[in-house]
């Protein structure tokens, strides 16, 4: 050990993220000693450092797929009035079936209670800068925080930094993007702006269909409060207004369309928009020139909207993420890696750990074109699919378990799974894993899954388990 030892846990779960949350409470609920580390002094990781939303679905078209500790939060943010819970996309073409919106505000404190609730120690505003390995195991991590150079010392880490930082430190085997020229999804910086005329942009997105390539309106099953925002809608377009300000030289985005949404508050919308390619938010520099170009886009951006879109005349960027947003990153490589036939043909495993839903979304990796254009990807799957354990097993590293986006996935089964929906699902499966393999005195590789199974239906996780498991094969090789 480098460092002087700061603690000593069962399970250390690296990255507060959707995943790294429940995979804590997961973990601390099944009876683990549990410590979550974070680099920011909140939890929520891209939905609140980058401002990133809503909740993409909980369901495969009407049927809820997600249950367990994530539906929790959304209920417990929902009472706290940090959520609308679930609301239906129709048409759910370019945003899945349903979405649930969130404040960011409430959602960091909800987090943090429920993590105090659970028992599970935190770790804030450390940087995660290794892996402390022995004999081909992961035995904890290294940080760097205001005490200086720390070792967390764990039986178990799930690495939940989103880009696989543990795993990579450790010396794991792992993929970065598409195969061939290894690009990954662009990165976007997320912004909202305040004051907007909500009616009047709301009216031109119902009267100018051309203007789109898709928008969707979002209903909720039961009255929303009345202090929330009441009408919700999601819109990607506004083609012609861009094409008349490229023109004019008065549009400087990454992309050709505006994609943009409501939020809870009545006047604000928010723009998942600014496109950044052909950069690796795991190179330093190349995240500092994302960074810069993101906030060039933002800028650009919200003077167009003022300038040329109704309802924005009195409009102003109210917020910025407080980091740029990265889609993709490393896959690391576990004991079976989840393909795109897999995701599309919503494939059952015996070992099922988590379920997914979501299409395969994949944003232009090297241009500016929205799906139509030809340059990004929407493949709606048949039904929903199973996540299995060895998707969370690395292959070559023991004391390791990966959770939530940087799971072993291709790119494109990456493009489905990586939503917060299933990256809350996947986290409960890697804190279950990671207590059952404490409890048992196990490698991670040597769990039953159908250990893993059971403490993650005493937690109301969905498998959707049917007789024999889910028929066709195992992805793990695991018993
Ligand atoms: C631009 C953009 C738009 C998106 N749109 C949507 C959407 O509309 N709906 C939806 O559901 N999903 C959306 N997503 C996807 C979703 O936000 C992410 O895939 C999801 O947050 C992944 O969860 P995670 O827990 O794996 O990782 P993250 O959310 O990335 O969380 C990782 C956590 O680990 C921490 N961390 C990372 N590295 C370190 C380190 N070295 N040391 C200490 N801490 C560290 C981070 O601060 C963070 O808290 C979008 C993502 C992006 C980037």
Redesign the pocket.
């Known amino acids: 050990m480098r460092f002087k030892l700061h603690s000593q846990s069962d399970v250390v779960v690296?990255?507060?993220?959707?995943?790294?949350l429940i995979a804590a409470l997961a973990a601390a609920r099944a009876g683990a000693k549990t410590t979550l580390?974070?680099?920011?002094g909140f939890?929520?990781?891209?939905?609140t450092?980058?401002s990133?939303?809503?909740?993409?679905p909980f369901h495969y078209e009407d049927q809820q797929i997600t249950m367990g500790i994530p539906q929790e939060l959304v209920q417990r943010l929902s009472r706290e009035g940090g959520s609308t819970g679930h609301l239906k996309c129709v048409p759910e073409y370019g945003s899945g079936s349903y979405?649930a919106y969130f404040d960011r505000e409430v959602y960091k404190s909800v987090a943090l209670d429920m993590l105090e609730e659970a028992g599970v120690k935190l770790l804030l505003h450390?940087?995660?800068?290794g892996a402390i390995v022995e004999d081909g195991a992961v035995r904890g991590i290294e940080?760097c925080n205001k005490s200086g150079f720390e070792s967390i010392l764990g039986t178990v880490t799930v690495d939940?930094?989103?880009?696989g930082?543990v795993a990579a430190a450790a010396g794991a085997e792992f993929s970065w993007g598409r195969p061939g020229d290894e690009l990954g999804q662009p990165?976007?910086m997320?912004f909202e702006m305040a004051n907007v005329d909500v009616d009047a942009i709301f009216d031109y997105v119902e009267k100018n269909p051309d203007d789109f390539e898709w928008a969707s309106r979002l209903y909720s099953a039961t009255p929303l409060p009345p202090e929330i925002n009441q009408r919700y809608f999601v819109a990607q377009g506004l083609m012609s207004f861009v094409e008349k300000a490229k023109a004019a030289g008065d549009y400087r985005v990454g992309r050709d369309t505006v994609l943009f949404q409501s939020t809870m508050r009545p006047d604000v919308i928010v723009f998942?928009s600014t496109r950044i390619g052909m950069l690796k938010g795991t190179d330093a520099d190349e995240f500092t020139r994302a960074e810069i170009e993101a906030r060039r886009q933002v800028m650009s951006l919200a003077a167009f909207m003022k300038k040329y879109v109704p309802g924005f005349e009195h409009a102003y960027m109210s917020s910025t993420g407080i980091q740029v947003?990265?889609?993709e990153s490393r896959h690391i490589l576990g004991t079976y890696v989840l393909t795109q036939e897999d995701v599309v043909e919503g494939r059952r495993f015996r070992d099922v750990v988590a379920r997914g839903f979501f299409p395969v979304d994949i944003h232009d990796p090297k241009g500016g074109k929205g799906y139509h254009a030809g340059g990004g990807t929407w493949i709606k799957p048949k039904g929903p699919y199973d996540i299995p354990l060895g998707c969370l097993i690395p292959k070559t590293m023991d004391g390791l378990l990966m959770?939530?986006?940087?799971i072993s996935a291709s790119h494109a089964a990456h493009g489905s799974l990586?939503?917060?929906?299933t990256?809350f699902a996947i986290?409960q499966a890697s804190g279950a894993a990671a207590a059952v393999a404490v409890s048992q005195g196990k490698k991670p590789r040597e769990l039953d899954y159908r250990d893993v199974q059971a403490v993650l239906l005493s937690q109301n996780a969905n498998l959707d388990i049917q007789d024999e498991g889910n028929g066709q094969k195992t992805g793990t090789g695991s018993r």
């Open positions: 690296a990255g507060g993220g959707p995943s790294g580390v974070e680099r920011y939890l929520g990781g891209m939905a450092a980058a990133v939303g809503p909740f993409s979405m450390s940087a995660i800068g940080v939940a930094t989103g880009d930082d990165m976007t997320f998942n947003g990265v889609r959770t939530g986006r940087n990586r939503v917060q929906g990256a986290g």
